[in-house]
């Protein structure tokens, strides 16, 4: 499970196979990769002919969702159900397998239901919190919000509430199982854009974000175990599940009219995301405009903020500059570090309480602590302690006798000089050991 110390970005590539069209044309493999790195080849010599390309995960053509699911977005899960926010998103050039990665097909699972389902199966082996989830679905198309779950709502805005974090009024369905989760998703992606290029029969013409908020609250039994109470204090997490379009080249997709429009403002928002990208990962101090886009208003808390994230970067096999670009973006993502807690909402009867509670328990150590200390060594300390004390109360009283007689008053009329002996003599009388001894009287020497 995913931490608080544990805050960078984490980024995975996946490599997708080659396509029917790819062999028909009879494509070649131009990247080779090895356990967590990847780099270019001549696909004739098979020698390497790029830079080499590190990141948290690399999946070839044979890894399956379920090994990237369990590598990557299984630890951002389940830290959302400890209160923690999460982002998991696919990023990658059109037809290189971002959808088919997050929402997956009918022969295997993607991200998205492999997240729900295992949501719900942690919900039912914690009963000692009680869980509401809700669940929103809201589409980015040409730099308009539409919210899929209610078509009414479009062209909506993007607020601020009172920390400066980004937010969209949408419709929430509340959801107490898997399958009305997914029937949920499933009614909102028929209201979804969705287009033929040339390269892509069923290419995403916007930017998605399923989002799934997490409330929950702990149980508590009364003085009667009888009935169950509950904790005044709440836990909300955020999840988002973002499926980004693909950025597009007109001499690939051969896109017009709406396509064409389309495809420019894919590319413009995606180019606003490399931008923050770019700009977070050279470090703090840095300006970062999350302004020029809506999709890096909705995602900054993911990015460099209050959340967990990690990206899937999907990338053609058979590709060399589209690849480059996006194994440039990944370089710059894996550099950035969030700021991750857990977010809880206390009241002021529950905060009491856990102070209550906190003193209670110092109160408890205090005295085992008591309990433990060897009285026996204890009473020699003190009565070694107030035989010093009395010593030293018997020379304070003697010495103001001496003061006070008219010897000494005569003496104190005269001119005295520096007797530097006679302090060293005082000092060293009043210097106590580590042993606690008592002193000599100084008159004595």
């Known amino acids: 499970m995913a931490s608080e110390g544990d805050s960078r970005i984490k980024v995975a590539i996946r490599v997708r196979r080659l396509n029917i069209k790819e062999e028909a044309r009879n494509k ?34 044979s890894a399956q969702s379920k090994e990237i699911y369990e590598a990557l977005a299984e630890p951002i899960i389940e830290s959302c159900l400890q209160g923690f926010n999460g982002t998991i998103f696919a990023y990658g050039q059109t037809s290189s397998g971002k959808t088919y990665t997050m929402m997956g097909e009918k022969d295997e699972e993607g991200i998205i239901p492999m997240s729900v389902n295992h949501i719900f199966k942690v919900v039912e082996s914690i009963p000692t919190r009680e869980f509401l989830i809700r669940v929103a679905y809201m589409e980015i198309y040409n730099e308009q919000i539409h919210d899929l779950l209610e078509p009414k709502n479009s062209n909506l805005k993007i607020h601020e509430d009172s920390s400066g974090q ?31 290029t040339d390269i892509n029969e069923r290419s995403s013409r916007s930017h998605t974000i399923f989002r799934i908020v997490i409330e929950s609250r702990k149980k508590q039994m009364n003085d009667s175990f009888e009935e169950f109470t509950w904790d005044d204090s709440v836990q909300i997490s955020v999840l988002n599940l973002v499926d ?46 999350f302004r020029d886009s809506k999709l890096t208003r909705i995602l900054r808390t993911s990015l460099g903020g209050n ?33 991750p807690h857990v977010n809880e909402i206390i009241s002021n009867e529950s905060l009491m309480r856990g102070h209550a509670a906190i003193v209670k328990k110092l109160e408890m150590e205090l005295e085992k602590a008591r ?56 000092a060293n009388c009043f210097r106590v050991n580590d042993q606690s001894s008592i002193p000599e009287d100084p008159k004595e020497n």
Request: hydrophobic fraction near 35%; include cysteine; aromatic fraction near 8%.
């Open 28 to 61: 070649s493999v131009q990247w080779k990769l090895s356990e967590n790195k990847l780099w270019q080849i001549d696909p004739r010599t098979k020698q390497k002919v790029s830079q080499v390309y590190t990141f948290d995960y690399v999946f070839g053509m």
């Open 371 to 426: 309990k433990e200390i060897d009285s026996s060594s204890m009473k020699r300390e003190l009565e070694q302690k107030e035989k010093i004390i009395s010593r030293l109360k018997g020379w304070i009283q003697r010495d103001k006798v001496q003061v006070n007689s008219p010897q000494n008053i005569s003496r104190s009329q005269r001119r005295k000089t520096w007797a530097a002996s006679d302090f060293k003599r005082m």
């Open 244 to 289: 980004l379009a693909g950025s597009e080249r007109v001499m690939q997709t051969k896109a017009t009219g709406d396509r064409f429009k389309e495809g420019c403002a894919i590319n413009k928002s995606l180019f606003y995301l490399g931008n923050v990208i770019s700009q977070l990962s050279e470090g703090s101090g840095q300006y970062v405009n």
């Open 307 to 339: 959340a967990h994230t990690a990206i899937i970067c999907t990338i053609t096999p058979a590709s060399v500059e589209e690849t480059i670009s996006t194994l440039s973006f990944a370089s710059r993502a894996i550099c950035i570090k969030n700021e």
């Open 166 to 196: 980004a937010y969209v009024t949408l419709k929430e369905e509340i959801a107490d199982t898997p399958e009305k989760v997914i029937a949920v998703m499933k009614k909102g992606e028929k209201m979804r854009r969705f287009g033929v």
